[in-house]
């Protein structure tokens, strides 16, 4: 018998059907200790092999791919296998093929699987059971699936919170008449759940039936179906209304004013190799862009990816950028989010050619030795109606309003944080991007319930990423200015390889913007923003967010020539200060205007001598920094000046056998004769300048230097 708390875990592992272990399991809510879970859940993961013909058993780091067929595959990958299974990677979204139930091969039954159907269980999602990680398997027996190829994944895993992939699965026989797709969704509160698209002509009173099986999983097939085509699930909530909804987990979405899925595979042939596994030690340049408004066609219509390949590649190139950085291309319906409030978390957005486009973008940036980042959004998403809010007639993603208007995820769900994690994934595997900045972490931490839950969340997420794809890139915007961002995740961190220095960006630019006359109270705060040398790694980042509602330009004190003038220090200043550097779009020449979606950059002001000479100078500065490591990997950074009376200030970078110096006059007010302290050498030498420098080597005695410095300028010298 089954009564609650009489069964035992040896009369639990005696029943037959695996599935119905679960079952009893998560409507009994039998408490079981980890153990007793293992090994239980591996009896249900063996008896599962067994109807599917997969041979499975323990093996030292837990379950391995077995079979004559396949025995050499799974040797090759054995070692990948046991990491998984140690928990390594726990939480990580994997690669795994869908198991076929032998109720699935019989394509009489067409959509439902009615001898399937389950009595539902009254609690909607109960925590998973195991956390053991199947290996590949293939659609071709005999053959394992490598990185670059495309896999179908399977959504239980992501319903269990389990961390795993799950894209829409055709069927993995042969495309033929009659075989169609195979549809899952997770909607845990909904009634019923009916799909309908192109191939019934929308109508609702043929919609395809998808049919309860576990775990929140309603499932069905649908001969008819073909890739292209438009769908929609329509979802009938606990209060028995129903509703339109796409579907989360797409590949691809139709082009907005519509909000239909579309069948896709992402398929593409890349080229190029993958540009990760960059040192700390190695020169950063990333070029932040919104790549739906960079470049727009006369009449408004987006630039495709290839499209915009054409003009956004040799604009890196010659501007000597090594990184581009792409606001948040995931699906979103809103184009005043910039991409900020998405909702296809797997769909690479219709603006730019969807799949296809982003995959050519990215393959042309890769040819030309420019390594791409992603903006990733896990925290908030759209409100849209027929998105994933309320997505089955009950809050499911979400755990309240954010403060943007939008929905923040639910990250103490496990199936919610799975969802994420498999995004996260898909973007890094799928679309080979080489790392993800990953947006409003200060916000998660410190401003939305559980935050204790996401830190818990981003070291999962860094962890699993960085175990999974070794040299990816990861970036927090840590607008809370948590100094353990970047710390190591088994030090209590959360494992970014980088951090936004929010802190440094919000104090320069309060100096800069300042009157002349009132700044010496700003001064110790600008020094001050620089910090201890070393304490994180930093990306000296001027952004989109610096950018609206006013540009940086804009936000400058003075007349033209004076934020011209300022622009050159401001720039001076973020690349040698200790860190990486980023620029947002039209930073580089001055751009006037305020960062708006639908706008391009106002390309026009390069018609402008001062725009265009400021724009000269971005460029040139950036092959200065690549030439020399003593600004784009520091070992030891000193100050030699701070005075707040004139605006000066002076610091020394050094590297291997070269060090650096590099003085600002931020003041209005020429300085004659002015001291600065490298502390050893016989001279300097001028490399680089921003305004009026004297190109004369500069005599250093008993350890001091005296520079000329004309009103609003800087250089850099190197000591010898």
């Known amino acids: ?35 007793e879970r293992q090994s239980l859940d591996l009896h249900v993961v063996e008896h599962l092999a067994e109807q599917t013909e997969i041979k499975v058993g323990r093996g030292e780091g837990g379950i391995a791919q077995a079979g004559d067929a396949r025995n050499n595959a799974a040797a090759d990958q054995s070692a990948y296998h046991r990491e998984c299974c140690d928990g390594a990677l726990a939480g990580l979204p994997f690669v795994q093929q869908e198991m076929v139930y032998p109720e699935e091969v019989n394509e009489k039954e067409g959509v439902g699987d ?28 005999g053959r394992v699936f490598h990185d670059n190829d495309i896999v179908y994944h399977n959504l239980r895993p992501i319903a269990r919170g ?22 899952t969704l997770w909607a845990p509160h909904a009634r019923r759940v009916q799909l309908l698209g192109d191939w019934n002509g929308w109508d609702l009173y ?16 649908v001969p008819q179906a073909q890739l292209g085509q438009l769908y929609k699930y329509n979802i009938q909530g606990p209060d028995g209304s129903w509703q339109l909804r796409a579907d989360p987990f797409a590949f691809a979405f139709e082009a907005l004013p519509g909000t239909a899925s579309r069948l896709a595979e992402p398929n593409y042939p890349f080229a190029a190799p993958l540009l990760r ?35 956004l590649v040799p604009y890196l190139v010659e501007h000597h950028y090594t990184h581009v950085e792409f606001l948040p291309l995931a699906e979103y319906p809103f184009d005043g989010s910039w991409g900020y409030q998405g909702c296809g978390y797997f769909a690479p957005t219709q603006r730019i050619g ?57 990250l103490a769900s496990p199936p919610v944080r799975s969802f994420l994690l498999s995004s996260a994934a898909f973007w890094l595997q799928v679309c080979r991007c080489d790392g993800l900045r990953v947006d409003a972490i200060g916000n998660a931490l410190y401003h939305c319930p559980n935050g204790w839950q996401a830190a818990e969340f981003f070291k999962t997420l860094t962890a699993g990423l960085h175990a999974r794809f070794p040299g990816c890139m990861l970036v927090a915007e840590d607008s809370a200015g948590s100094m353990n961002a970047t710390s190591d995740t088994a030090s209590g961190g959360l494992g970014f390889d980088y951090v936004w220095e929010i802190g440094w960006t919000q104090d320069t630019l309060a100096y800069f913007a300042a009157p002349f006359g009132g700044r010496s109270a700003l001064f110790r705060q600008l020094c001050g923003s620089f910090g201890p040398f070393g304490a994180v790694q930093g990306i000296n980042a001027l952004s989109h967010d610096e950018n609206h509602p006013a540009s940086i330009f804009t936000r400058l004190y003075g007349n033209v020539e004076e934020k011209l003038a300022q622009m050159r220090l401001l720039l001076l200043l973020q690349a040698a ?17 305020a960062f708006t979606d639908g706008r391009e950059p106002n390309w026009a002001m390069l018609a402008d001598a001062g725009h265009r000479a400021l724009a000269d100078y971005s460029k040139a500065l950036n092959a200065f920094c690549l030439a020399h490591p003593a600004l784009y990997a520091p070992q030891s950074f000193a100050w030699t000046a701070q005075d707040a009376s004139t605006g000066v200030l002076g610091f020394t970078l050094q590297a291997g056998c070269e060090t650096l110096l590099c ?18 050498g016989s001279c300097a030498l001028p490399l680089f300048a921003a305004g009026w420098v004297d190109n004369a080597p500069r005599p250093i005695a008993n350890g001091w230097l005296a520079l000329d410095l004309a009103p609003l300028s800087g250089g850099i010298w190197q000591i010898e």
């Open 1 to 35: 018998g089954h009564g609650r708390g009489e069964q035992s875990v040896e009369g639990k592992n005696q029943v037959v059907d695996g599935r119905q272990v679960y079952h009893e399991v998560r409507q009994e809510n039998i408490a079981l200790t980890g153990n």
């Open 114 to 141: 009615q001898h399937r159907q389950q009595e539902r269980p009254d609690l909607p999602f109960s925590p998973p059971l195991r956390h053991a990680v199947l290996p590949f398997r293939s659609a071709h027996p």
């Open 162 to 183: 389990r961390g795993k992939f799950f894209f829409p699965r055709r069927k993995s026989a042969p495309a033929g008449p009659g075989r169609g797709w195979l549809f």
């Open 206 to 221: 043929s919609a395809a039936e998808l049919t309860f099986c576990e775990d929140g999983l309603w499932r069905g097939r």
């Open 277 to 311: 596994g960059a040192r700390r030690d190695a020169p950063v340049l990333i070029y932040e862009l919104h790549a739906a408004s960079w470049h727009r066609h006369w009449d408004g219509r987006y630039y495709t990816g290839p499209e915009l390949a054409k003009s």
């Open 354 to 410: 969807g799949f296809a486009g982003f995959a050519a973008l990215v393959d042309a940036l890769h040819a030309a030795g420019i390594a791409v980042l992603m903006d990733f959004v896990p925290v908030h998403f759209a409100p849209d109606a027929d998105r994933l809010a309320c997505f089955d007639g009950a809050p499911l993603f979400e755990s309240g309003p954010s403060d943007w208007g939008s929905l923040n995820f639910d």
């Open 577 to 593: 200060r200790p860190g990486k550097s980023l620029l947002f779009a039209g930073v580089e020449f001055g751009q006037p205007d």
């Open 663 to 680: 003085a600002l006059n931020t003041g209005t007010q020429a300085v004659q004769g002015f001291g600065l302290k490298p502390g050893w």
